[in-house]
């Protein structure tokens, strides 16, 4: 299922992120708080348990998150929102894993894969651009094969093409993104999109 965050901090973050003169330094903070933004959104679903405590007046039962949490970046561009999550966060572990788009066909080929224990566990898999789907497809596949509970995939900028390609591959995979983009190019970048977010985010 797809989730496209409504916020009117979401709309202007992604509009400098889009503009070409937005320089990297102020990208990455840009990347930072949409994805801050869209942690708090695609966690909603998350478990939580009693715990008794005491304030200073009386005990009280309050809940507190369980379960195991991590975060699977999707390398390179998905280093860029690993941060806002530890934030918020700090108990998750991190996982990496490592693809590329090849230039000419934007098939990805993996060449890094390491990850902490994932089993019964919730990974959100974070990668900034979902554009024809095929990274995201792999992730989730070596995700689901490390034995997690639950996946979910968030990203900034979707493509209807990617959506779609996540969604007939992995339909229990909910999907939180910034923006849903219009179509791909003929080298299957997003329109309007914003170009290559590693580039945008390094500098490179
Ligand atoms: C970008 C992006 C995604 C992928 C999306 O990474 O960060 O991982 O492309 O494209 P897809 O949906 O068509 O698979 P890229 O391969 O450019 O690598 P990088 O992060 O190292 O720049
Ligand atoms: N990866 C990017 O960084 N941008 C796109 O538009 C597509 C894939």
């Known amino acids: 299922m797809l989730h496209v965050l409504q916020h009117p901090l979401a709309a202007h973050v992604i509009t400098h992120l889009r503009d070409k003169t937005t320089k990297p330094a102020t ?10 933004l869209l942690a708090i959104e695609a966690t909603r679903s998350l478990t939580t348990e009693d715990k008794l405590i005491e304030t200073p007046l009386e ?8 379960g195991n949490l991590a975060v699977v970046p999707i390398l390179r561009a ?14 998750t572990t991190v996982g990496y894993i490592g693809l590329e788009r090849d230039h000419e066909t934007a098939v990805a080929r993996s060449y890094y894969c390491k ?9 959100m898999l974070v990668d900034p651009m979902l554009a024809t789907g095929g990274s995201a497809v792999q992730a989730i596949d070596v995700v689901r094969a490390s034995g997690a509970r639950a996946i979910t995939l968030v990203s900034i900028v979707s493509a209807p093409e990617g959506v779609a390609l996540v969604e007939n591959h992995h339909p229990a ?32």
């Open 59 to 66: 005990p009280v039962t309050g809940r507190v998150l369980s």
């Open 173 to 204: 995979v909910p999907i939180f993104t910034a923006a849903l983009d219009r179509e791909l190019n003929a080298r299957k970048y997003i329109l309007p999109g914003l170009g290559d977010f590693g580039d945008r985010l390094y500098g490179t």
């Open 27 to 36: 990208f990455r903070t840009l990347c930072y708080q949409i994805t801050l």
């Open 115 to 123: 990850l902490p224990p994932l089993k019964d566990g919730h990974v």
């Open 78 to 91: 998905g280093l860029g929102m690993v941060q806002p999550f530890l934030d918020i966060f700090p108990d």
